[in-house]
């Protein structure tokens, strides 16, 4: 069964440091998106991706935020400067479609980067 | 702002018997209504789907229910299974907001199921 890839699964860095994620989407899928998850909270949104442009972000993802497909496969978050509370499980998403009822059909998620700020 | 509310942060059941797992939302633009299971070390995957115009959508095991006057949605999960236990989120999109595919998640419910 088609897999989103992330990568790495833990990720250790410095309060201040950049940080990118890495996630390999499902092939064929054209809608890109990025949750987080901060230990004991629930799974927040924070931007989804269509056609090389931000589609929608929410105000979590401020100007230290940042999405890149930098070739046909990956799609990467990056973290500018990172703070403490930006510690948390990051999941990648894809999709195939965004029309009406069946916009998630084959919506997957990845098995998540472990980010944690020290 | 807690758009989807799940009231029950566990819930253990015995083996066997019905698992009911209980879900809020606020937001009467949502049109379409999801269940996702996680297991520790793993993203969320999905179970089952309702959409706003069915009240009743069962897939084996699964069954949800959607009382939308009531704003309620509930997963049943029949019989139980060793398997099933795991965090299981209620999450909920809407199709008439400004964008349509993000997902708004409740908190989760860890189901234990008991031997």
């Known amino acids: 069964e088609p897999e989103v890839t992330q990568t790495p699964s833990h990720q250790v860095t410095q309060m201040g440091q950049e940080v990118i994620l890495r996630c390999v989407p499902i092939?064929?899928?054209?809608?890109f998106y990025w949750y987080r998850q901060i230990l004991g909270q629930k799974v927040e949104f924070l931007v989804s991706?269509?056609?090389?442009?931000?589609?929608?972000k929410s105000e979590i993802f401020d100007d230290q935020f940042s999405v890149e497909r930098p070739d046909g496969s990956n799609f990467t978050l990056k973290i500018r400067s990172t703070k403490l509370e930006d510690s948390a499980m990051y999941f990648c998403?894809?999709?195939?479609?965004?029309?009406?009822?069946?916009?998630?059909?084959?919506?997957?998620f990845g098995s998540g980067t472990r980010l944690t700020v020290v | 702002d807690q758009q989807v509310k799940q009231n029950s942060p566990s819930l253990s059941v015995q083996e066997g018997r019905i698992s009911i797992l209980n879900c809020d939302y606020t937001?009467?633009?949502?049109?379409?209504f999801l269940w996702y299971k996680k297991y520790p070390a793993e993203g969320p995957t999905f179970l089952i789907s309702i959409s706003s115009i069915k009240d009743k959508n069962e897939d084996g095991r699964f069954t949800v229910f959607l009382n939308k006057s009531a704003k309620h949605l509930s997963l049943h999960i029949v019989p139980s299974q060793p398997g099933d236990s795991a965090v299981y989120f209620c999450?909920?999109?809407?199709?008439?907001?400004?964008?349509?595919?993000?997902?708004?998640f409740g908190k989760g419910t860890r189901l234990h199921i008991l031997p």
């Open positions: 999450a909920a999109s809407g199709f008439t907001m400004n964008r349509d595919d993000k997902i708004i």
């Open positions: 998403a894809s999709s195939e479609a965004t029309q009406g009822y069946f916009r998630f059909v084959g919506y997957t």
């Open positions: 937001n009467s633009m949502f049109d379409y």
């Open positions: 991706f269509y056609n090389n442009e931000i589609s929608e």
């Open positions: 092939s064929n899928h054209l809608y």
